[in-house]
């Protein structure tokens, strides 16, 4: 067993201000264990993600993998000038892929009035509104540039280097713990596909990544390909259909459940090649389309944490291999430090919220760890069952719910100490019972019917007005839904 003492943790570090920062933060004070939390943040404002930057699409003129791995990026590279306009995948017309009730934080409904599937900006109001009694915490206009154990080999301590303000002041300051909470919507992951690298460089005028795209006006009266099957390759290949030339082309490994059966789309499997000097694409059931004016990737992104010292080896795999994390959190050789929100295809406020419970707890002594060999024993049967790539962090549902229902059920596991007689006392995840893994499995079907109300769907409020009711009887024992 991995046993933190209690007190031997007090001051601790949290990169970034987004959603699962500002829970971590919210469930740490909640342990009143430590003495000092300190959120960096390089925006000028929290919501991480949910800030939109309305800058214009940006061509993709580099191939991810090909050029700069994330593994090679230095913190010190991205744009210290002005840090409030940093890209977010922002663009207009977002609204959210989860009804409220299932994205919110678990003691912070959305406003009364909020449409079933929120907006960008509802959602980055919710945000401020979260956050408004831990804004003291956060040091705004700050990006970490390194983290690395103390020099001091008889400290088990972090140093922290971050850049402060426009001018780019080195600030240093030691930490018992580090929380990685820096998301990971930043760097763009570009698929191998045959001739992608000399698209690139042929015409990189006409390739995008789905992280710089804003709206699709740039789009209008071309003739355009989307690869990718994701939600917001669904959502933004609605709003292209509308403008480009139709049909829109979508090229993915399986129809995404939140794409719906638009006349003014023509889909295709796999993408195989790509031939600049035709401007054509062939797939793979050997189908060509010819004459592509722009093709718009939203083929997700890879895992970057740029700050972290290279002596602390995370990233594998161009961005995309398996973290040395337990339980998608710890670090294994280094359980002071935390990620929070690695896994994909997730409902993410209410999961960061189920691991920042377990990091305080453990932190604060209140919970052991297993041994390293038990860790690396919990990471070698989820390479097993799911490879050691992209599947290792995909909890597409109902392993998410599986997942959080374990993460809550760990915290309450948590023991008294000398200054926690009781050992429930701190802050508790989100309980999830039949109801809310059912209103999970069904999001993408009622994300479907909200769509097809089109510009009423604004009036929308509630999944029964789209014609879903909740029956526990079509649950199985697990809480989630009986398959037709």
Same mark, same amino acid.
């Not at 820096?182 to 690139?200: K, V």
């Not at 189920?354 to 060999?373: D, F, K």
């Given at each position: 067993m991995t046993q933190i003492s209690p007190g031997a943790i007090k001051h601790i570090a949290i990169i970034g201000a987004g959603p699962s920062g500002l829970a971590t933060a919210k469930y740490l004070l909640a342990e009143d264990a430590f003495s000092k939390i300190t959120i960096y943040e390089q925006r000028d404002f929290v919501g991480g993600i949910w800030n939109y930057t309305p800058l214009p699409p940006k061509p993709q003129e580099t191939v991810n993998g090909h050029v700069t791995r994330p593994s090679e990026q230095k913190a010190i590279d991205v744009i210290t000038a002005n840090l409030a306009k940093l890209n977010t995948p922002m663009y207009e017309g977002l609204e959210s892929n989860l009804p409220h009730m299932l994205m919110q934080f678990s003691d912070t409904p959305f406003p009364e009035g909020t449409q079933l599937f929120p907006t960008r900006e509802t959602v980055w109001r919710y945000l401020q509104d979260y956050a408004s009694d831990i804004n003291s915490m956060i040091r705004f206009g700050h990006q970490v540039v390194d983290v690395r154990p103390s020099r001091d080999a008889n400290l088990h301590a972090w140093e922290v280097t971050a850049k402060a303000g426009a001018e780019g002041v080195d600030e240093?300051?030691?930490?018992?713990?580090?929380?990685?909470?820096?998301?990971?919507?930043? %760097?763009?992951?570009?698929?191998?596909? +045959?001739?992608? &690298?000399? =698209?690139?460089?042929?015409?990189?005028?006409?390739?995008y990544h789905s992280v710089s795209y804003k709206n699709a006006n740039v789009f209008e009266n071309k003739r355009v390909l989307l690869v990718g099957g994701g939600p917001s390759g669904a959502d933004i290949g609605r709003q292209v259909a509308k403008v480009c030339v139709q049909p829109l082309l979508m090229a993915q490994i399986e129809k995404s459940p939140y794409q719906t059966d638009e006349p003014d789309t023509r889909d295709y499997p796999t993408l195989v090649e790509l031939i600049p000097e035709e401007r054509a694409a062939r797939f793979e059931d050997g189908s060509i389309e010819r004459d592509i004016d722009a093709i718009i990737l939203c083929t997700g992104y890879a895992y970057s944490f740029?700050?972290?010292? !290279?002596?602390?080896?995370?990233?594998?795999?161009?961005?995309?291999?398996?973290?040395?994390?337990?339980?998608?959190?710890?670090?294994?050789?280094?359980?002071?430090?935390?990620?929070?929100?690695? !896994?994909?295809?997730?409902?993410?406020? !209410?999961?960061? $919220?189920?691991?920042?419970?377990?990091?305080?707890?453990? =932190?604060?002594?209140?919970?052991?760890?297993?041994?390293?060999?038990?860790? $690396?024993? %919990?990471?070698?049967?989820?390479?097993?069952?799911?490879? &050691?790539?992209?599947?290792?962090?995909?909890?597409?549902?109902?392993? &998410?719910? #599986?997942?959080?229902?374990?993460?809550?059920? %760990?915290?309450?596991?948590?023991?008294?100490?000398?200054?926690?007689?009781?050992?429930?006392?701190?802050?508790?995840?989100?309980? =999830? &019972?039949?109801?809310?893994? %059912?209103?999970?499995?069904?999001?993408? +079907?009622?994300?479907?019917?909200?769509?097809?109300?089109?510009? $009423?769907?604004?009036?929308?409020?509630?999944? #029964?007005?789209?014609?879903?009711?909740?029956?526990?009887?079509?649950?199985?024992?697990?809480?989630? !839904?009986?398959?037709?």
């Open positions: 240093v300051e030691r930490f018992d713990a580090v929380i990685a909470a820096n998301g990971h919507c930043d %760097w763009p992951m570009l698929p191998e596909i +045959e001739g992608l &690298d000399a =698209w690139s460089k042929e015409i990189p005028e006409s390739l740029p700050f972290l010292a !290279p002596t602390l080896p995370t990233i594998k795999d161009e961005g995309i291999g398996a973290l040395p994390l337990y339980q998608y959190v710890f670090h294994m050789q280094h359980p002071t430090l935390a990620f929070v929100e690695t !896994p994909e295809m997730i409902v993410p406020f !209410p999961l960061a $919220e189920c691991q920042a419970a377990v990091i305080a707890r453990v =932190w604060s002594g209140r919970l052991t760890l297993p041994s390293l060999h038990d860790m $690396e024993d %919990w990471r070698e049967s989820v390479v097993r069952e799911r490879g &050691d790539g992209r599947g290792f962090h995909s909890l597409t549902p109902p392993l &998410d719910l #599986e997942y959080m229902k374990a993460m809550y059920d %760990w915290s309450l596991k948590a023991k008294a100490t000398a200054t926690c007689e009781n050992p429930v006392r701190g802050k508790l995840p989100k309980y =999830w &019972d039949a109801k809310s893994c %059912w209103l999970r499995m069904m999001a993408p +079907e009622m994300k479907k019917a909200f769509g097809a109300r089109g510009e $009423e769907r604004s009036n929308v409020l509630s999944y #029964e007005e789209l014609g879903f009711e909740f029956d526990k009887s079509e649950m199985n024992t697990d809480g989630i !839904p009986i398959p037709d």
